[in-house]
């Protein structure tokens, strides 16, 4: 059974970095684009970005770049999100996800971890 298990989740105060982590099991992760999002309470579940199979091309959402970077640890089956100068609208539960470059939906989802950026 695939399992994605997010960490790193916490409370910062705005301008502040958190790192997060996505671990995966049972799952050729290498096989996998993976990619992260995030829900703010009453808002529907948005794109962060992504990152391809090799680690060679990402994508972000406007709101994050220049902020936030993807990268990959093949051999570890670990996805992370390093995120920097933090603002509060960037509080949500981030999930990661992972899916087959060819198909544009997700096909498996972490439980996800909460980001609370105080001002």
């Known amino acids: 059974q695939v399992q994605l298990v997010e960490s790193g989740g916490g409370l910062v105060q705005a301008g502040g970095s958190l790192r997060l982590s996505c671990t995966a099991s049972e799952l050729t992760f290498n096989d996998y684009t993976m990619g992260w999002f995030r829900q703010a309470p009453g808002k529907e579940r948005e794109f962060v970005g992504s990152i391809n199979e090799n680690a060679e091309s990402t994508n972000y959402a406007e709101s994050v770049k220049g902020r936030f970077t993807i990268s990959r640890d093949n051999a570890k089956n670990t996805l992370y999100l390093q995120m920097n100068s933090l603002k509060p609208e960037d509080t949500a539960i981030y999930y990661c996800?992972?899916?087959?470059?060819?198909?544009?939906?997700?096909?498996?989802w972490g439980q996800g971890t909460q980001v609370t950026v105080s001002s």
């Open positions: 996800g992972a899916k087959r470059s060819d198909i544009s939906t997700y096909d498996y």
